[in-house]
């Protein structure tokens, strides 16, 4: 097997880094917050499990996380 130990400034060709957006980072943190109050409900029982993946999934829907999909 071969490997190759890339430097820390190789990028990858038409690889751009872009920041996010303030609008992003908004519905980031908007976002985690919504989970977070949504952990707490569940672990309070307050809502069920399948409630719980509904909710999260129209969460992720609305603010569009840059990692939600990673979630």
Do not use: C
């Given at each position: 097997?071969?490997?190759?130990?890339?430097s820390?400034?190789?990028?990858?060709?038409?690889?751009?880094?872009?920041?996010?957006?303030?609008?992003?980072?908004?519905?980031?943190?908007?976002?985690?917050?919504?989970?977070?109050?949504?952990?707490?409900?569940?672990?309070?029982?307050?809502?069920?499990?399948?409630?719980?993946?509904?909710?999260?999934?129209?969460?992720?829907?609305?603010?569009?996380?840059?990692?939600?999909?990673?979630?």
């Open positions: 097997m071969r490997m190759t130990q890339l820390p400034n190789h990028q990858t060709p038409n690889h751009k880094q872009s920041k996010p957006t303030e609008d992003q980072l908004q519905n980031e943190l908007y976002f985690h917050l919504a989970e977070n109050m949504l952990m707490k409900l569940r672990e309070e029982e307050l809502i069920s499990h399948e409630e719980l993946n509904q909710i999260s999934k129209l969460n992720r829907q609305k603010f569009n996380p840059l990692l939600g999909p990673l979630m």
